[in-house]
C-alpha cells in the first residue's frame, strides 16, 4: 500500500509547474544539517550565478541552525509547506536519498542530484548482498549521481544501478565536502575557533577517530569505553587528544553515558559538531573501512587503519570493492593498541607519501567542481 501511495504521488507530482528558481536540500532522512548537501548549499550561496535565488532546507526542526543566511528557508519535513516547495523546485539534492526530505517523493519533473557521503569503500546500494534489489520503483529514480574519481563512478553505477545511475548521468567532480576541507586547510582562523568551541588548546596535537557502521558484527572498539592507561599516559606526555565519535547509525548510548573524568585525553564529540570541522583540526585520523579516511587524503596527513578485530570484518561483513583493501588504505595499518601507539612516535611526514600515492591511485577528481558545472549550465539556461 506504501509504494502504491509513494508511486501515484510522484507520478502527479509531474503535472505541476516548477520554478527555475526554487532549490531544495536535505540530508541524513532529515535528522542532519550536514554533508555534500549543506557544502554544496553554501557554494551556491556564495555563486553570484544564484542570487534571487530560493532555497530551501527540508529536514527536522531540531537540526535547524539560528542565524543563518536569511537567503535559506528551513521547513519542516513531511509539513505541507515542505510538500509544496517539492512541488515547486526546479533541483533537489540529497545525501541518501528522496527521503532526506519527505517520506513521499514530489519531485517528477525537478532535477534530482544524488550527492551521497562518501566514497565508496565498503559495498553499497545493489553491490552490498542483502540489498541487491534495492531501489527498483519509479519514485526511487535520481536524474544525477555525483562521483569524485573515475574509480567512484564505476562503483556508483553498479551500486546504484536500480535508481538510475549509468555512465550518461555521472558527474565526474569533488564532493562539496571535499571542497570545504581543501578550501579551508589554511584557515587558521575557522581552526582555531573549533578548537575554542571543543575547549582544545590551540598547542593540542589532535587525534580524530570514526569507525565505520558494521552490518554484521558487534564488536565495535571505543576508546572512550576501554581507557586504555598505557595509551592515556603516551596521549598526555605528548599533549594529544583522540576525538572519538561512533557511527551515527550505531546506538551509542552506552557512551553517551559514560561519566568522563576532568582533563581525560578521550573526548566524545557530539553530534553538534560538524564532523569536516573536526577533520580540518585533526592532526591524525584512525579509522578502519570508514571513507572518511578519502576526505582526509586532501589534507595530507597521517591515516592509520584500526583494524581491532583482525579480518573478521572482511569475513562476515557485506564486503569491499577492492579484493586487497591495503592497496586502497590512505596509510599503515594498526591491530592492536600498542601498534597504534607506536605509529603515533612515527614522524608525520613518513605518512605523506602514502597519501599523495593513493590520490593518484584512485584519480580524486579536482576541477571544475560541481558548482563550477551547474554554473556552467545554468548560465547557458538563463540566457538562452
Not at 575557533?193 to 565495535?220: A, C, H, M, W
Request: proline share 4%.
Amino acid at each position: 500500500m506504501v509504494v502504491l501511495i509513494r508511486t501515484i504521488a510522484y507520478l502527479l507530482s509531474g503535472f505541476f509547474p516548477r520554478s527555475k528558481n526554487i532549490f531544495v536540500f536535505g540530508a541524513w532522512f532529515g535528522a542532519r544539517f550536514s554533508d555534500n548537501p549543506k557544502y554544496l548549499l553554501n557554494e551556491f550561496l556564495s555563486s553570484d550565478e544564484y542570487k534571487g535565488y530560493r532555497f530551501v532546507w527540508i529536514g527536522n526542526v531540531d537540526v535547524f541552525p539560528t542565524n543563518y543566511d536569511e537567503r535559506v528557508c528551513f521547513v519542516r519535513r513531511n509539513s505541507l509547506r515542505s510538500m509544496w516547495y517539492q512541488l515547486r523546485a526546479n533541483s533537489a539534492f540529497f545525501s541518501h536519498g528522496f527521503q532526506d526530505v519527505g517520506s513521499l517523493n514530489l519531485l517528477r519533473g525537478a532535477r534530482t542530484f544524488q550527492l551521497w557521503h562518501g566514497f565508496p569503500v565498503k559495498h553499497i546500494g545493489a553491490d552490498d548482498p542483502g540489498n541487491s534489489n534495492e531501489g527498483q520503483h519509479v519514485y526511487e529514480r535520481y536524474q544525477y549521481f555525483l562521483a569524485n574519481s573515475e574509480v567512484m563512478a564505476r562503483r556508483i553505477c553498479t551500486a546504484f544501478k536500480n535508481y538510475g545511475a549509468a555512465h550518461k548521468s555521472m558527474i565526474i567532480a569533488p564532493q562539496p565536502r571535499e571542497d570545504y576541507l581543501r578550501y579551508n586547510a589554511n584557515n587558521t582562523k575557522l581552526k582555531n575557533k573549533i578548537k575554542q568551541q571543543l575547549g582544545i588548546e590551540s598547542s593540542t596535537t589532535v587525534i580524530s577517530y570514526f569507525p565505520t557502521f558494521r552490518d554484521n558484527t558487534e564488536q565495535v572498539f571505543s576508546f572512550i569505553e576501554n581507557d586504555n592507561e598505557r595509551l592515556k599516559k603516551t596521549l598526555q606526555d605528548n599533549q594529544m587528544v583522540i576525538l572519538e565519535r561512533q557511527h551515527f547509525a550505531r546506538d551509542n548510548d552506552d557512551i553517551r553515558d559514560i561519566e568522563q573524568p576532568m582533563n581525560t585525553p578521550f573526548i566524545n564529540l557530539p553530534e553538534s559538531i560538524e564532523v569536516q570541522d573536526v577533520l580540518l583540526i585533526s592532526d591524525y585520523l584512525i579509522s578502519d573501512y570508514s571513507s572518511i579516511y578519502i576526505d582526509f587524503l586532501h589534507l595530507n596527513k597521517p591515516i592509520i587503519h584500526f583494524l581491532y578485530d583482525g579480518d573478521n570484518y572482511l569475513k562476515h561483513d557485506r564486503g569491499l570493492y577492492c579484493d586487497d583493501p591495503r592497496s586502497e588504505f590512505g596509510g599503515p595499518i594498526a591491530n592492536s593498541v600498542d601498534d597504534l601507539i607506536k605509529l603515533l612516535q612515527v614522524p608525520k611526514k613518513q605518512f605523506q607519501s602514502q597519501n599523495l600515492a593513493l590520490s593518484n591511485r584512485l584519480a580524486l577528481a579536482s576541477q571544475p567542481t560541481l558548482i563550477q558545472i551547474l554554473e556552467s549550465e545554468d548560465g547557458k539556461k538563463n540566457n538562452a
